[in-house]
């Protein structure tokens, strides 16, 4: 899955800081490194824009028990071995937090802060 679709199914999952609803529309606004992008999301609803930064901690190099608890994980949708953990920070929490997510086909598994 491209980046494009990847941050736009999983931003249409959280609510816009402004009203609440959850459907936004993405654009890449620029590339700033290799694996860095920051993109530009507008609510559909209030018109309210926002930075989004693709920027990643790297989990294994921080706390490297944790990412191999993470990457053992078993999806419950599809019955896979294999998770993606990436790092997000939320709007409206004003929280950051990693997100695992199954390799195969993308179901969220789990939240770490």
Do not use: W
Request: charged content about 25%; proline content about 4%.
């Amino acid at each position: 899955m491209d980046p494009l679709t990847e941050i736009q199914r999983q931003l249409n999952q959280v609510p816009c800081p402004q009203c609440q609803k959850n459907r936004f529309d993405l654009t890449l606004h620029c590339q700033l490194g290799d694996d860095e992008r920051l993109y530009t999301a507008k609510c559909q609803f209030c018109g309210h824009i926002f930075n989004i930064s693709t920027e990643t901690k790297n989990l294994s190099r921080n706390q490297p028990d944790v990412a191999r608890g993470l990457s053992g994980l078993r999806c419950h949708s599809c019955d896979q071995i294999g998770t993606e953990i990436r790092f997000r920070c939320d709007l409206k929490e004003r929280t950051c937090l990693y997100v695992a997510s199954c390799k195969h086909c993308g179901e969220i598994l789990h939240y770490y802060q």
